[in-house]
């Protein structure tokens, strides 16, 4: 009964006291802002992920496997593990970690067309005949006459498939029998498009189209373990039945299926290394943006300071209370615990407001998100984010009233005359000066680190105008992957690796690629596709060789000090195939179009570039940047130190021989140098070889390229070069590949999109494309933009938002110190005043120390941010000069709001009534 009496009298004192409602606001705060970041944080990363799983499906792993007609035969052939290849990679113990497994199927009708080679398309309104001779004759336009292979495929999907796949329908239900859905690039097709309710026939059978299909996952068209059946991507989709049906008419068809999985947890590492057909979904597994945990912190930290001077302010009043408290017979001892008494109600009422201000606030930025940008934010509340953050605001309520408990368990019932007051006024105006200092760097730090982050993230995701750099502003890139890759998988622990698939006799590693790209005709087709407003080509031979030369000071230094690893030792067997002695540099051979090869002639301190000469081979330009060096040591956790080299590129004329600087100054215009590259006549060798093969298979090609030009910096280079390159560079036309005898395909294609399209078409055939060119790596920026932007203008609104409530917050508390000064200095303004001075002199010298303080913890943070803009952000230089400037306007104008308030208090009372309200 008596903790219900003291719960109940301290919830009507929390209520009624002016110091604890002021708290109370604050607590709010403190639980409305880390639960906004969260939940707005959240959102997005919700959002885009559930885009990535609508291009790559939600399932985490596949599995590429195949079956025949025949084997299809049965009902239970199209449900469950069937496949006889999975069923034994996984034992029992492993196909315990599926959660959901789904099975979708895939046939090519290209077979249907080698066994009817008359079909008419004007047979039917709405045939698929139609629409697989329209595609014929396009590819035959495009790309001269060939097979008919991968042109319209069909397949059906169990309901798990169409979950974990993401199939989903634009309009309609998934087809029963003698029904079937179309997806909606299929559905464009057709001069007028079929509806749900409309008939569409193949080899004489008509069928309903129940549905409209989405276009959906791209992951199929992606992996470099497939077939070129399991590239293709089903155009329409039957029932069970209707599909059985339909492949009786080809019993030998291979059909392509692929197991979808959801698992528990990750398969061994055994199991991705015994068969590369097991897959994990890698594109949902990777995020690529994130929010710096240290914005979090931050709003924490200003939380807890704000807390504490709120106590402080409250000090006073509860200094009071706690008197009568012992004059009702309390003793010493339970002042604390009466004091948290009253702070538990404060969080109990503050928590649900907070929460539910938090909450909307984070539903308002995603909803106006939402209406600026064409892709609508997901709203997504996480309950452990929301609980997280009001247990951490619960132990900050906790810590900021130790030091008011720790005063208060001294207080007496009637005030200790003893002590002396002015010291002890000294003592906390320090202290509560120096809180209010600490709070207002962390409010200005706060929005100074959150720019220098967005100015980083640009730096690395954006294509920002760097020295030589060759711009990065096209929609989709073709990349040719030089080396078939290795199976990547993540395995229990989390660590990312891959498969290798090197052999203990293998002594080479075989490119070729001349075979690996775009020829010129798919170049030319490409530039007639819809949407396409130009076709940026580019040719590249990667693995030449020219003979080491000590003599050189750089080549020596490369050697000996800096990059060791671009000298290259062939073994025994090498050197006697191929004539081989010593050791050798390695170097590339870089094609560009005549508009960026003369681009590049600002760079140039020897020669001139010479189109004519280079385009027939007879001259090329040299690259070797000049480079910049600097050694640390630094210690392994071991107590060992070790020894790390960074390296910088040097601009045109910047190098002076400093310390650290290297140039090769060897080689001059006019010069010839020998290279020799070793390659293979059959496409299909790619990768590690044996001496056998080597031998048999791989050549040795020569080259002399004459020295037109020479350029000594980092110029023509791309952003996704994924090595340094310190070394030698040879620069030339796209046709000096013909000219010297190195036939090659385009390694690196940029396709520009025409401006203010939607692009939804030309994202269709660049994906579709993709699945043909298996040897090519798509990189759809565009698509990556339109998530950057949505991310960077959450981050953006979102740390504006966090910078405005936290200088409100501080705003509040300046004010909040100021007229507390007031208060405190309200018998000594009155005697000041009758001994002479006037009000605005005594006004003035209260507010001082405050507006003093403003300026000099904006320079303080500003020293902070610079700092840490350099050693943590990496940007050199970085002041962002005019965004300070704005913050410290923003600062004075709320300083001048404060000042305001602080003195429609101050000058209201007259001398007598200052005297008498203060005795």
């Not at 892709?375 to 009001?390: D, K």
Request: net charge negative.
């Amino acid at each position: 009964m008596k903790i219900r009496k003291m719960l109940g009298y301290s919830l009507q004192g929390v209520v009624k006291s002016g110091a604890y409602r002021v708290f109370l606001l604050g607590v709010t705060l403190c639980i409305a802002l880390p639960l906004l970041f969260i939940t707005v944080t959240d959102s997005m990363f919700y959002t885009a992920q559930e885009k990535k799983k609508d291009l790559y499906g939600e399932f985490t792993d596949i599995f590429y496997g195949n079956e025949t007609a025949g084997s299809l035969a049965g009902t239970a052939a199209l449900e469950g593990m069937n496949d006889g290849s999975l069923k034994g990679l996984l034992d029992e113990k492993e196909i315990q970690k599926i959660r959901r497994l789904g099975n979708l199927y895939s046939a090519d009708l290209a077979c249907w067309k080698e066994q009817s080679p008359n079909l008419d398309a004007d047979e039917a309104e709405k045939s698929l005949e139609q629409i697989f001779l329209k595609r014929e004759k396009k590819e035959a336009d495009y790309y001269g006459a060939g097979g008919t292979s991968g042109l319209l495929s069909v397949g059906y999907a169990d309901e798990t498939a169409r979950e974990l796949g993401r199939l989903r329908l634009k309009e309609g239900t998934w087809p029963l029998e003698g029904a079937v859905v179309i997806t909606e690039s299929l559905q464009k097709e057709w001069e007028e498009e079929p509806q749900p309710g409309d008939r569409v026939e193949w080899r004489g059978r008509s069928y309903l189209v129940s549905g409209i299909l989405y276009d959906y996952g791209m992951l199929w068209v992606e992996n470099v373990n497939q077939t070129d059946a399991d590239r293709q991507r089903p155009d329409l989709f039957f029932s069970e039945t209707d599909f059985k049906i339909l492949l009786q008419g080809a019993s030998d068809i291979q059909i392509s299926h692929r197991t979808l999985m959801e698992l528990r947890d990750v398969f061994s590492s055994d199991i991705y290394m015994e068969d590369y057909a097991l897959v994990q979904n890698m594109a949902i597994k990777s995020e690529q943006f994130s929010v710096p945990p240290y914005l979090l912190y931050l709003v924490y930290i200003c939380a807890a300071l704000l807390l504490i001077q709120l106590l402080l302010l409250g000090l006073p009043r509860l200094e009071q209370r706690m008197r009568l408290y012992r004059l009702l017979g309390v003793p010493g001892a339970s002042i604390p615990f009466l004091l948290y008494l009253d702070l538990f109600w404060v969080y109990i009422l503050s928590l649900p407001i907070g929460i539910l201000a938090g909450i909307g606030g984070a539903y308002l930025i995603c909803s106006l998100g939402s209406r600026m940008i064409s892709m609508p934010f997901l709203f997504r509340v996480s309950a452990a984010g929301m609980a997280g953050a009001a247990a951490m605001i619960g132990v900050l309520v906790l810590l900021s009233g130790v030091l008011p408990a720790v005063r208060l368990f001294r207080t007496e019932i009637l005030e200790g005359q003893a002590v002396s007051f002015r010291r002890r006024r000294t003592q906390k105006r320090l202290i509560a000066g120096g809180l209010l200092g600490l709070l207002l760097i962390c409010i200005f730090f706060l929005h100074g680190s959150s720019l220098c982050y967005l100015k980083a993230d640009e730096n690395r995701n954006l294509s920002v105008p760097l020295y030589g750099k060759i711009s990065t502003d096209y929609d989709y890139e073709f990349l040719a992957n030089t080396i078939s890759d290795d199976t990547s998988y993540v395995d229990e622990n989390g660590n990312s690796l891959s498969v290798s698939t090197s052999g203990p006799d293998d002594i080479y590693t075989v490119y070729n690629e001349p075979y690996l790209g775009m020829s010129e005709e798919d170049v030319e087709a490409l530039r007639k596709e819809e949407g396409i407003q130009k076709v940026l080509a580019y040719k590249e031979c990667s693995q030449l060789y020219m003979k080491a030369d000590r003599e050189d000071p750089y080549q020596k230094a490369m050697e000996d000090d800096m990059l060791s690893s671009q000298t290259v030792s062939f073994n025994e067997e090498m050197e006697r195939i191929y004539g081989l002695d010593g050791s050798y540099q390695e170097s590339r051979l870089q094609g560009y179009s005549e508009e960026e090869l003369l681009s590049l002639a600002p760079y140039v301190e020897e020669g001139e570039i010479d189109l004519e000469k280079i385009r027939t081979g007879k001259e090329i330009i040299l690259m070797v940047p000049d480079i910049q060096t600097e050694m640390w040591e630094y210690d392994d956790g071991t107590g060992q130190k070790n020894s790390a080299m960074s390296i910088s590129y040097l601009e045109k004329g910047v190098y002076d021989g400093s310390e650290g600087q290297y140039s090769n100054r060897y080689y001059h215009v006019g010069d010839t140098i020998d290279v020799f590259r070793l390659y293979s006549e059959n496409p299909e060798l790619r990768g590690k070889v044996t001496a056998k093969i080597a031998e048999d298979e791989v050549k040795r090609q020569d080259f002399t390229f004459r020295i037109g030009a020479v350029i000594r910096c980092r110029a023509g280079w791309f952003e996704d070069t994924m090595r340094p390159e310190p070394f030698f560079n040879f620069l030339g036309l796209n046709d000096t590949f013909e000219a010297i005898g190195l036939p090659s395909t385009y390694t690196r294609v940029r396709v520009y999109g025409v401006n203010g399209e939607d692009g939804g078409t030309l994202k269709q055939n660049m994906y579709k494309l993709s699945g043909k060119l298996s040897e090519m790596h798509l990189d759809d920026r565009r698509g990556f933009m339109e998530e950057y932007r949505q991310y960077r203008l959450l981050l953006s609104v979102l740390s504006t938002l966090l910078t405005i409530l936290s200088a409100i917050m501080g705003t509040g508390m300046i004010t909040g110190r100021m007229l507390m000064r007031v208060r405190e200095e309200r018998k000594r303004t009155g005697l000041y005043q009758i001994a002479g001075c006037t009000r605005k002199r005594l006004f003035w010298s209260l507010i001082r120390p405050f507006i003093a303080l403003v300026p000099a913890m904006w320079a303080v943070s500003m020293l902070l941010v610079r700092i840490s803009s350099e050693y943590f952000f990496m940007l050199d230089g970085y002041w962002g000069f005019w965004q300070w400037m704005k913050v410290l306007v923003g600062a004075a104008f709320l300083s001048f709001a404060a000042v305001v308030i602080t003195a429609r208090a101050f000058f209201k009372d007259s001398i007598s009534s200052l005297i008498r309200q203060e005795d």
